[in-house]
Structure formats: C-alpha cells, structure tokens
DNA sequence: AATCGCAATCAAACCGCTTTGGATCATCGG
DNA sequence: CCGATGATCCAAAGCGGTTTGATTGCGATT
C-alpha cells in the first residue's frame, strides 16, 4: 500500500493525503481524521526511501567503529554508548548507520558517507591525539559530534566528554589523602586522547605533593585484563613497590586485582585500587556495594547527549560547535583504604 | 555532482554514464573509460537515496539490538560480532542499520523495518526460547538470521550458532575427568535460548557419570562480575562445596575466581575453572597463556557467516533455510585440575 | 453585482538514479 | 543493393514520496 493507493481509495489527490498525514494545517480537519483512520486500517507506511530521496534527507546518523588494525580490537564502550544515543534518534525518528572500518580507509568512509547522501551527521569515536578526522570533517561541513576530545586538533568542533583529568587528579588525590605515596598508573594506550588526560591529571596531583612522578609507575597499553596483571605483577615485584593502583578500566583492574591477590596481599587493606567506571551495563562494578572504589560517568549518558547535539546541528547547520563536559563521580567502594606503612592520623 | 550533470559535462545521456559506471556491456569500451576517468576526476559518487529508491533495495542489513527493560543490560557480545559482520557487509556494499529497541515494541520495529523499506534484511540477536520474532518475520517474509536459535520456535528458519549443548557437555566431561564430581553451573538467564542448551549439556554429562545433578549447583542469572561471585561464595559455603565450576561468561568467572580466592583457595588447584570464552576483542582469555580453562568459539566469526547467510537470502529469497553450526574448542589453561581430594590415577 | 479572501484540494514538477523500449548507424551476407 | 544484425547511445518512464503553484467554492466586503 503506497500514497497513491491510499489516496485513491479515499478519493483524494496524493497531496492531499500526504499532508494530512504529515500535520500540515491547510487540510480540513473532517478529511484529515479520515484519511488518519483509512492508512491506520490498510497499515499504510511511507516508504523511507522515497522520502528520504524527496526530502534530501537521510533522516540518519552514522557511527563508525574504527577496527585499530594493529590491534584488532572494538571498544567495550561502543554498545552502550549506542544504547544511549539510540534512544534519542529514535525518538527523533533517525537511524542509526554503522560503519566498521579498519582505520587506513576511514577517511575515504567519511567522504562516502557524505557524499552519497547516506547519512545526515556522524559521531566520532574512539578520539586520537590530533586526530585527522575533525580537519577532514570541517572541510566536508558534515555536521559531526565527537565522543571525546582530541588534543592539537585545530579549530573548534562538538565534542562530549568526560572531565578525564580532573576524574584522575581527584582519584590520585585521594590516594595521596589516604597517606599513600608509591601510586601507579595503569592507563589504556597514549595516542589515545582520553588517556593522555588521564595522566596529566594523575601527574597534576602528584606534583602537587612535591611528589616525583616515577616512570616505572606509569604503565600504558590496550585494557585488558591480562595487561593489567602483567603491569601490576612487574609493579609489585619492585624493591620500592607501589601500595596503590589507579587505572583506567574496570577490565584491567580485573588484572590488577589478582597480581595483587596472588602476592598475598589484599585489596584495600595492603593495596588500594581506584578505577575509572564508565558505568557499562554489562560489567557494572557491583550491584549496590562497589568493587573497586572508582571514578564513576555513565558512558550511556554521553551517547545521549553526543546524540542529541547531533541532532541539533543537522536541524541547523549554522550552529556553533557545542561542548560537553560531563564530572564523573567518586564512588567509595571497598578497594582503597590507609596507606599501610604510614597511617592517616 | 550529480549524474545528470556529469552526462552533460561528457556530452552523453545518463543512461549511457549510468551504465557505463556500472559495467554494463552495451557501452563502448572507450566511452566507459572516458566516463569513469571523467567521474573519479569530479568525484562522483551516486547519491545512495536515489539509488535505492529506484533499484527498490535499501542496501542495508537490520541489527535490531534488544535492550531487556527488566534489566538494561546490552549484550556484550554484540561489538564483535557486528565488527565480523561489518567486514562480510562492507564488501558487499551493504549498510548496517542499529535500531535499539525495548523489548517490548520489538515487533511494530520488525515491521516498520519492513514495510518502510528501510532494509533488505535482519539479523536477530539475543535468541529466547519460543522466540516470537521468528513466526513474525516468517509471516512478514523479511529474510533474516538468527544469531543463535530458539527451542520451541515454529517451523524452519535460518540461524548460527555455537554448538552449546556439546561445548558444555565436553566442558564439564573435561572437569569430570579430572576427578571433579561436585561441580557448579554458573549459567546466563534462562529464558536466553543459549543458557538452556549450555544447562542441558551440563546435566547431561553429570548423569551419564550416575551422578544426580544438584540444584543447589545449579546457577542462573546476569553474567556479572558481582553474580558471579556471589554464586560461587554461597555454593563455596555449602558444608559439600563444588571443586570445580563451569562458568558461562568470562565476565562471571571473574567474580568466581574472586570468591575462590577471597576463601583462601587456589584456582587450579583446589578448585577448576572452565568457562565459555566468546573471543571478544576487549575481553581476551590472556594473549598467549589462557587464563581459564576455556570453550571457545569466535563470536565475530559467528558475526561473519550470519552476515554472508542473510546477504544470500537477499539475493535469492526462496532459497530453503540455511543452518550453521559452529563446534567451540577446548582451551586448556591453568585454571583447571585433578579435583584436590580424589586424585586422578 | 462584482470583487476579495480564505479554506480546501489538486495537478504536476521534482528528488537522482535505473531501466525499458526505441533510434541511429555501420557492417555484413545474399 | 538491401534488409538484417550488432554495437552504441538516448529519451522518457518509472521508483514513491514532497512541495510548488494553481484551482475551486463560498461567504464576506464594498
């Protein structure tokens, strides 16, 4: 059942119906409910492709999940990131496309999908140190939203993100509150912009204490859990080990958390842990009692909001970039406590 | 830059430009090159709306990902497995459309999808037993793959799956080799179709020993970290404690291992782990050395054959339904061992 | 009575491509 | 020399909506 069949079956022109199913007000409201009433009853449904060719429109967004060749790895954080920004595009009534692209043919995908009319906006993830893809994507004028920052990027552009430093300088702070001065950092890979933010707010806070940041204590590499272990395990094994652990992700304090166990200490007690917890649906850290004491911003919340801004700047186009810091909070859980060679007072 | 537009700028019709650009043989050689130099110089890159709507295809695949509103939770395979069918798609010129729907209008999705023409096919994941998408979209005649099966389901359909029934029946043969007659099910939901066939293979392996399976082994619930470890605290306390567990997620056996640890135990042992391991690019059973006991089966490869099976059934949509079996491996790592108090011979 | 304004409706153009059904012209066999 | 055959190319009709620019009645205004 299409418009002209709709239309015909009420006798109506095809304007006329269209009209009155899309509100517009020249039409009589009498005639407006009966053509409502008669593409209910034949389950009409406007076919997506005519419209969005009528309407030059592609009434969707377009995700790219860039596939790091070197590592082959998809972020953890993309399906709820997607869980959040869905629900606003389907209010809206937009589609989510998703591309995977290994990251050599990215620019080409970007183009693609502009040019080719697939989609309306883009969302960026995964942000790299002066990442290539905001000059390419100024250039294009293809309205986009990054999830994240990227640092030396030039001129201005939308951006969601969490407050990565300040999380960090307020997780080492309250280590070093707690009496602890041997702190490692156990962070996800540096071309990553997050996690170059997320060591200079845990450098910020060290320095601040008159404290000499150690590079022995200062680990960088893909989140996993056996990275973790191994960062941990090496760590502990110093003469001058460290007695507590900020890391970036849950999943690697999984790691952390047994090389610690397996030395025979325990968690909070001889070792503090403090994560950063973006708050997945599927690895949530604890149901009402934390694991690990943590930095806490709901990845879900940012797809939300990286969604809806998107949707703004194709409505207009004109609009300034727009920016979002989002504070993560700082969840006490039972993974930190005193310093054990010299206690709090 | 539009067909017509570069038509003219050659001097020819667009029907010839068009045909030349798509291989079509009534075009003289010469032209053709003329034509696809004079496109790649301008640009050109067919709008995809108007493509699609004079083809009629959408040239897109439908991911539909449920999000249970009972408990929010998105399945954490999902990533991997879309990366696997993204790389099938990508080839093909496909598009993936995301819709993120609540479980309860799952089926006015479907048939939106459908009837608005916004895609060619579907992939549905997170199979339930009696699943009622499958007589749904056998009656709407929508080609689609199911990513796993559903027990009770009417009539033939198409899916991939992992041979669960034998991955937990090896799994748990595997334990009861070694010794282990007291032995744990730390298992998904069980309205998930998956959880059913792991549970079953499980039972089936304990009684084909003359061991009566116990309920009190028997565990089912979200594959968290925290469940995971609760389950197995409460199972360690019982005055008959398991000395082995079979664990459904990687995500849980976490949590296992801490309650084994947190109760002074070693895992391997004096207790075994042995888990299922999807392969999920975030979450690796270790680099080189395992860190579980594990069956393991490519969820991104399952990703690849349901893409490649659902572009067929596009393709030829009378084709009988197809069924692809996937056999998981088994993973020796150092989680497992003889049972501590009955040694193997 | 002629004119005007307004509400309601419609015909047709258009979006940018594909595809059907010719048209043109050179070549070939008889 | 002529119709048949191919090789090329083209005009125009879709695809299924939206949108522009009329058209039609009819009561109100002058």
Redesign the interface.
């Known amino acids: 059942m299409n418009l002209k069949e709709l239309a015909q079956k009420l006798g109506l022109s095809p304007t006329t119906v269209s009209r009155a199913l899309n509100g517009y007000p020249e039409v009589n409201e009498a005639t407006r409910e009966r053509v409502q009433a008669a593409a209910k009853r034949h ?1 009409y ?6 419209i ?2 009528a309407t ?1 429109r ?1 009434m ?1 967004v377009g ?1 790219v ?1 860039p ?1 790091a060749t070197r ?6 954080i ?3 990131f ?2 959040g920004a ?2 606003v595009y ?1 209010r809206a009534g937009y ?7 290994s990251d050599e043919d990215e620019e080409r995908t970007y183009r ?1 999908l502009q ?4 989609v309306d906006g883009v969302i960026l993830h995964s942000m790299r140190l002066d990442d290539p893809r905001i000059p390419l994507l100024n250039e294009t004028g293809l309205p986009f939203v990054a999830h994240g920052r990227s640092t030396g990027a030039p001129g201005p552009y939308s951006w969601v993100d969490v407050n990565n430093r300040r999380a960090f300088r307020r997780a080492t702070d309250f280590l070093l509150d707690l009496g602890h001065r041997r702190i490692a950092l156990v962070n996800g890979l540096e071309y990553m912009d997050f996690a170059i933010r997320r060591r200079s707010g845990y450098v910020e806070a060290i320095e601040a204490r008159g404290i000499t940041v150690d590079p022995a204590l200062m680990f960088s590499d893909e ?5 973790g272990f191994r960062a941990a395990q090496a760590m502990l094994a110093l003469p001058d080990a460290p007695t507590a652990f900020v890391v970036s992700s849950i ?1 690697s304090a ?1 790691g952390v ?2 090389a610690v ?1 397996e030395r025979g200490l325990r968690v909070g007690r001889d070792v503090s842990i403090i994560i950063h917890d973006d708050d ?5 850290n ?2 009402d009692v934390p ?1 690990f004491t943590a930095t806490r911003s709901s990845v879900r919340e940012a797809g939300r909001r990286a969604a809806a801004m998107v949707l703004d700047l194709i409505a207009d186009p004109t609009l300034p970039p727009r920016e979002s810091l989002l504070e993560a909070e700082l969840i006490i859980g039972q993974s930190t406590g005193p310093a054990p060679d010299r206690k709090v007072p």
């Not at 590592?71 to 953890?76: L, M, T």
């Not at 040019?115 to 697939?118: E, F, K, N, S």
């Open positions: 389950h449904r406007p076919n997506t492709r005519a969005r060719l030059g592609a969707a995700h999940i596939l590592h082959e790895i998809v972020n953890p993309f399906a709820d997607i869980a869905g629900e389907a589609d989510i496309v998703l591309s995977v692209v693609d040019a080719r009319g697939t989140m996993s859990e056996t990275r999943i999984f958390r047994r166990e997945l649906s599927y690895m949530k604890g149901d694991i």
